[in-house]
């Protein structure tokens, strides 16, 4: 089955104009992220979980009748999805006493995504008040021909989904949407005040280096000195000069897999080079353990104004403890600029499987 990379759309001159920074398998490339194609909304597919929070949801699309729903596909360490609940959180809040209903898809993109434990910690952390189904098999994903991270569909009230939005951004155009719907029955609705239309990806926000993987995982890694290795190996690495722009290096020993690149070894260190004002990273760890992870930048200590939600500060510097498998706040820079930030794990175990990264306008740590 394909899968696609969390997609960070550049919303330019217009809602329709933008720049899709990917490299992904074809069907990630969309030429219109908002379709208006009505087609009938496929059911919950087999080998799905669902993650029940609260009162207990209907768990197929036909007993959702006479309510407008908002299927929304996410994944656990994609930004691009964290930085959509608090959007959808907003919706959520304002419509849901009228009719609106949500029903949270997971499907994963690294291995640590089919772990239904960790995409159940991650609903309770991002505090998300509607229903979440673990898609484990992919079949809801092919039903409703999903293409990445976030892909929305809004169903109407008897059941065709009438709109699809693709990639952050388009929200006025959902929300309209959805409001449209639900004054079928309650034209009150229309009182309720919109969102401000805001747009993050305006060239003002600033152009981010691309998402970055360093396992093998769609046939592209972003370690810059990986050479003829490949998933499988373990490699000891001697970086023959500094990474580049959007690249990687490695120092010590490292295992390659598809998803990310595991330290064997006490003394092994990972550096990229990038611009951005914020800096995530999934980082995944054995269950149980706890690694402590020291962050330097530009040859130096990362400084305190500099560092993440996820970093913490002591005599030694900054530093993570990465207790768990998911995605790590690492810097949010006082400004938009470029650093060179490296990596020392304390020990081995510790997998690295990607960077990316926030703008000018993308500054918020949670949903």
Not at 254 to 261: A, M, P, S
């Amino acid at each position: 089955m394909k899968k696609v990379r969390c997609i960070i759309l550049f919303f330019l001159a217009s809602l329709s104009a933008f720049l899709l920074l990917s490299s992904q398998p074809v069907s990630a490339q969309s030429d219109n992220p908002v379709d208006q194609t009505v087609r009938r909304a496929p059911d919950f597919g087999v080998g799905t979980v669902w993650l029940d929070e609260g009162a207990p949801a209907p768990h197929h699309i036909a007993d959702y009748k006479g309510k407008v729903v908002l299927v929304d596909f996410w994944e656990y360490t994609c930004i691009n999805c964290v930085r959509d609940f608090a959007v959808v959180k907003r919706w959520y809040g304002k419509y849901h006493s009228y009719g609106f209903e949500v029903v949270g898809v997971h499907y994963g993109e690294f291995n640590i995504g089919f772990d239904v434990s960790n995409v159940g910690a991650a609903a309770k952390r991002f505090r998300l008040p509607w229903p979440v189904v673990a898609d484990q098999q992919g079949t809801t994903w092919k039903a409703y021909n999903a293409e990445g991270w976030p892909d929305r569909f809004l169903i109407d009230q008897e059941g065709n989904i009438v709109l699809k939005v693709f990639g952050e951004g388009n929200n006025r155009v959902m929300e309209s949407k959805l409001r449209d719907l639900l004054a079928v029955d309650h034209p009150e609705v229309m009182k309720v005040e919109l969102d401000p239309d805001e747009n993050e990806f305006t060239p003002q926000c600033g152009v981010v280096t691309q998402e970055m993987f360093l396992g093998e995982i769609y046939d592209r890694s972003a370690v810059d000195n990986l050479g003829q290795h490949h998933t499988g190996d373990t490699v000891e690495f001697v970086p023959p000069h500094s990474p580049p722009d959007g690249g990687a290096m490695l120092v010590g020993k490292w295992r390659i897999e598809k998803d990310g690149v595991i330290s064997q070894e006490r003394d092994t260190g990972a550096e990229i080079r990038y611009h951005a004002k914020e800096l995530y990273s999934v980082l995944s760890v054995p269950k149980g353990k706890s690694i402590r992870v020291d962050l330097f930048q530009d040859g130096g200590p990362l400084p305190k104004d500099a560092g993440g939600s996820d970093v913490k500060f002591d005599a030694k510097g900054a530093y993570m403890d990465v207790t768990e498998s998911r995605m790590y706040y690492l810097v949010r820079s006082p400004a938009f600029s470029g650093h060179l930030i490296s990596l020392r794990p304390d020990g081995p175990g510790l997998t690295i499987n990607s960077f990316t990264f926030g703008n000018n306008c993308q500054t918020a740590d949670a949903p």
